[in-house]
T-cell receptor, first 108, second 111 residues
Framework: KNEVEQSPQNLTAQEGEFITINCSYSVGISALHWLQQHPGGGIVSLFMLSSGKKKHGRLIATINIQEKHSSLHITASHPRDSAVYICAVNRGAQKLVFGQGTRLTINP | DTGVSQDPRHKITKRGQNVTFRCDPISEHNRLYWYRQTLGQGPEFLTYFQNEAQLEKSRLLSDRFSAERPKGSFSTLEIQRTEQGDSAMYLC?????????FGQGTRLTVV
């Protein structure tokens, strides 16, 4: 079993829909990251969380430390949100352990 | 642009050849990480440096792989005698605290 599990693996939705991507982890962590990867490979950090909730524009990330679970929400989704979203956790020495990613496609 | 640059962006090589990739981190970041990502998977940790010291290596890093960070600034990752299974995206990230900044990656194709 992977230390970091994401669901769903693939998600297709219509423009404007509310999107939720889930991440569960099985180990102690110091922080959890949500990352975005576009075709071509570059990874951009969206959020770093150690507790509670963060919001940036249409993106919201929450974490429940007791339940070892985090969610990434996108409100009013847009085709430009189409990307792979990756959950990653810091475990020792700040190295990251990654989930497999969720491929999100938003259709116009 | 995150401030971390990798070169080259793409590399196609024949099986058995050696390849070298370079990563230039954000200048004040003392930690530098290499990750490998195969198609459809999340990245996996390969190795990391604190300044010029290589502090941890993954079991994924076979003896054909070597990484250096000679002056605590840029880093190189060399793969000797490449195999088709080495085809992947090689990502570099630098940090000073817990937040990581990633380069665009080097996509290696071994034919």
């Amino acid at each position: 079993k992977n230390e970091v599990e994401q669901s769903p693996q693939n998600l297709t939705a219509q423009e404007g829909e509310f999107i939720t991507i889930n991440c569960s982890y099985s180990v102690g962590i110091s922080a959890l990251h949500w990352l975005q990867q576009h075709p071509g490979g570059g990874i951009v950090s969206l959020f770093m969380l150690s507790s509670g909730k963060k919001k940036h524009g249409r993106l919201i990330a929450t974490i429940n430390i007791q339940e070892k679970h985090s969610s990434l929400h996108i409100t009013a989704s847009h085709p430009r949100d189409s990307a792979v979203y990756i959950c990653a956790v810091n475990r020792g020495a700040q190295k990251l352990v990654f989930g497999q990613g969720t491929r999100l496609t938003i259709n116009p | 642009d995150t401030g971390v640059s990798q070169d080259p962006r793409h590399k196609i090589t024949k099986r058995g050849q050696n390849v070298t990739f370079r990563c230039d981190p954000i200048s004040e970041h003392n930690r530098l990480y290499w990750y490998r990502q195969t198609l459809g998977q999340g990245p996996e940790f390969l190795t990391y440096f604190q300044n010029e010291a290589q502090l941890e290596k993954s079991r994924l890093l076979s003896d054909r792989f070597s990484a250096e960070r000679p002056k605590g600034s840029f880093s190189t990752l060399e793969i000797q005698r490449t195999e088709q299974g080495d085809s992947a995206m090689y990502l570099c990230a630098s940090t000073r605290g817990p937040e990581a900044f990633f380069g665009q990656g080097t996509r290696l194709t071994v034919v």
